[in-house]
């Protein structure tokens, strides 16, 4: 499987934002990407409440601007999108879900799933940061077909809490996405860890595509969007500002793996 994980500096501007994601997904395509992943808040980075403005529905009945923008760049290109967070209307007006949506080539809605942990802290450097006051929860896990290969979905917050991965291994997931915002302080020590070890004691691999630099309201995001595999190794990195990283994931090589340290089989709960 050909993929990609692009790297945004999203702002408040959604046309502007959704350009730079069309610009990018096209440009991976180009380079052989299959399945391309996009960060959390790829279409809009900035006031959490003002979120709620510009939520989308995503059954497809009534296709907003930002599933509109994924699923023409999807369809126009031949590939698979994976939209890493966006505000998806809830039956609470004031607080729209984050939601991760997948599009298949065809444009249309494969799978979408809701950000089940929110991100609620006060970080050392006077971050404060209180998601759930503008967003409402998700509770189910999400599994999905990509390219015959079996994909599990999370966003950011989400990769602190091993158990949820160890679900979506247990519905057969080899491959699991994480697109991300994290922010500086929480990136420069813990990104690649996280990352890295999900990947290893699901023997998976990880897509974590994020945003990158600084954004409205003083926040500054960590980037480093990468590939892991199911050794741990990271096989693909972005560097500083936008762009995306290209992978080749070897699904022989995850069998090897799986087989000669066989850690799944030997779970006992």
């Known amino acids: 499987m050909h993929v990609a994980v692009v790297q945004l500096n999203s702002q408040e501007d959604v046309a502007s934002n959704l350009s730079r994601v069309a610009l990018w997904i096209g440009d991976a395509a180009r380079a052989g990407a299959r399945f391309v992943v996009l960060p959390e808040n790829f279409a809009f980075m ?24 994924l699923a023409e760049s999807a369809a126009r290109h031949g590939v698979w999108v994976l939209g890493g967070g966006m505000p998806e209307r809830s039956d609470d007006p004031a607080r729209p879900y984050n939601t991760s949506v997948l599009v298949d080539p065809a444009g249309a809605v494969a799978a979408t799933y809701r950000k089940v942990h929110l991100f609620d802290v006060s970080l050392a450097d006077g971050t404060a940061l209180r998601e759930s006051a503008a967003t409402s929860p998700g509770s189910e896990p999400v599994t999905a077909e990509v390219l015959g290969v079996r994909v599990g979905l999370s966003i950011c917050y989400d990769v602190r809490f091993p158990e949820l991965y160890r679900r979506l291994v247990g519905q057969g ?7 991300s915002a994290f922010t500086m302080t929480t990136g420069k020590d813990h990104w690649h860890v996280l990352l890295r070890a999900r990947a290893i004691e699901n023997q998976v691999y990880v897509l974590a595509p994020a945003q990158h630099g600084k954004h409205a309201r003083g926040r500054q995001t960590y980037g480093k969007s990468l590939v ?12 500083e500002g936008e762009g995306f990283a290209a992978a080749v994931l070897d699904f022989e ?17």
């Open 46 to 69: 900035g006031e959490e409440a003002r979120k709620r403005e510009i939520a989308e529905r995503l059954d497809g009945a009534f296709p907003g601007p930002i599933l509109g923008a």
């Open 173 to 179: 997931a080899r491959v699991v996405t994480v697109p």
């Open 228 to 239: 892991v595999d199911p050794w741990g190794e990271v096989v693909a990195q972005c560097s």
């Open 253 to 269: 090589y995850q069998d090897r793996v799986r087989t000669s340290l066989p850690s799944l089989l030997h779970r006992k709960w």
